[in-house]
C-alpha cells in the first residue's frame, strides 16, 4: 500500500509540450457569509390625529399610497354634539345682537333729541361690541371643532408601500395610535455581523450577494457605531434590489481581510482513484503530485482553484494546451 502511495505522489511521465505556470502567493480576499435582511429606508407610521372610533379602512397589506392620500377614518360622536351645542349658543349669540343694535339704533335717535344720556347710549353699544365679540369666539370654537372633525381622515405621511395594518375597522383608536405602517425611498440591506469582523471593514467596501439569479455587487454604505449583543448594524446599497418583500432576508458575502494562497488555473488538475493531481516540471520531466484542492476564484476572467497542500512557491505547474 505504501508503495503505491509513494507511486501516486511520484509519478514520472516524459517531457511534454504544454504550458507552464510559476505558482507565486497570491493575496485573495477572505469572504465571510451573513444574512442580510430588506428594509424600507424611510418607515413612518399613518397616525390617528383624534381618538374615536375607526369607521372606515380602505387599505391593506401591500397597497401602494401617495403622500397625503387618505387611508382611514375616525369619528368621535362628542364632536359632533360640541358643534351643535356651539351652533344653539349662535343661534342665540345673533338674537342677542340683533335685539342690541335695534336698542343701539333707537338710543341714537333718542339721544339726538336729548331723551337718555351719552352714558345710557354707550351702554348700548357696549352690549352691541360685546355680543358681537361673543359670536366671533363662538365661531372660531366651531372652526375648530371642525377641524378636529376633519383630522379624523387618517392620511398618507409619504409615497410607499403598507407595510402593516395593525387594526381593524370598528376599533377604538386614541390620538396618535398608529393606523397603518408606510414604507418608502426605496429599499436597502440592513446586516447584522459578528462583532469580531467590526475592524476588518470600512464604508465603501464591496460587498457580493447571493441569489436564484446568480451573484450582483453591492456597496456597504454605512456601519453604526453601536454593538448590541454582540452584533455590528450595517446598511448596504444594492442596485435592482427587489421591493417586493420589505424584511426578505438574504445571502451576503462580506471581504473580512486577505491570506496568501497558491492559485493553479483549473484546467491543471487532474482526477484519478479518488484523488486530485497537477504536473509539475520536475528537472527535464514532469511528475503528478497529489494536491488538495480548495474553492475556485475567478481572478481577471481567469478560473483558478485554491490549492490548499501539495505545491510550494516556485513550483512550476504543467497546464494542458487548449
Not at 44 to 61: D, K, M, Y
Not at 99 to 107: H, I, K, V
Not at 238 to 250: A, H, M, P, S
Request: hydrophobic fraction near 45%.
Amino acid at each position: 500500500m505504501r508503495r503505491m502511495i509513494a507511486l501516486c505522489l511520484l509519478l514520472f511521465s516524459p517531457p511534454v509540450q504544454a504550458g507552464t505556470v510559476e505558482i507565486v502567493p497570491r493575496e485573495v480576499t477572505v469572504w465571510k457569509s451573513v444574512f442580510g435582511q430588506v428594509e424600507a429606508r424611510v418607515e413612518i407610521p399613518a397616525r390617528a390625529r383624534i381618538g374615536g372610533t375607526l369607521v372606515a379602512l380602505s387599505v391593506t397589506e401591500g397597497d401602494a399610497v401617495t403622500a397625503g392620500q387618505e387611508l382611514a377614518r375616525v369619528e368621535d360622536d362628542k364632536l359632533q354634539f360640541q358643534i351643535d351645542a356651539l351652533d344653539a349658543q349662535l343661534a342665540a349669540a345673533q338674537a342677542q345682537l340683533d335685539t342690541a343694535q335695534s336698542d343701539l339704533t333707537r338710543g341714537t335717535a333718542l339721544s339726538e333729541r336729548g331723551v337718555i344720556t351719552a352714558q345710557a347710549l354707550e351702554q348700548l353699544q357696549t352690549t352691541v361690541d360685546v355680543t358681537a365679540s361673543t359670536i366671533r369666539s363662538l365661531t372660531a370654537q366651531r372652526l375648530v371643532v371642525e377641524q378636529q372633525i376633519r383630522e379624523g381622515a387618517v392620511l398618507a405621511p409619504q409615497d410607499g408601500i403598507v407595510l402593516s395594518v395593525p387594526v381593524a375597522r370598528g376599533s377604538v383608536v386614541t390620538m396618535g395610535e398608529s393606523i397603518a405602517s408606510i414604507g418608502g425611498g426605496g429599499t436597502f440591506l440592513r446586516l447584522n455581523i459578528p462583532e469580531r469582523h467590526a475592524d476588518d471593514l470600512s464604508e465603501g467596501d464591496e460587498i457580493v450577494l447571493a441569489g436564484a439569479d446568480g451573484e450582483r455587487s453591492g456597496t456597504l454604505v454605512k456601519l453604526y457605531p453601536l454593538i448590541e449583543g454582540g452584533r455590528l448594524q450595517a446598511d448596504v446599497e444594492v442596485e435592482g434590489l427587489d421591493t417586493r418583500f420589505v424584511g426578505r432576508r438574504l445571502t451576503v458575502r462580506l471581504p473580512v481581510g486577505t491570506r496568501r494562497a497558491l492559485l493553479v488555473p483549473d484546467t491543471a488538475l487532474s482526477h484519478a482513484g479518488g484523488l486530485d493531481f497537477v504536473t509539475v516540471k520536475a528537472g527535464e520531466g514532469t511528475l503528478q503530485r497529489v494536491v488538495v484542492p480548495g474553492e475556485m476564484l475567478t481572478l481577471d476572467g481567469v478560473t483558478l482553484r485554491d490549492v490548499l497542500t501539495g505545491l510550494e512557491p516556485g513550483d512550476v505547474v504543467v497546464t494542458p494546451d487548449e
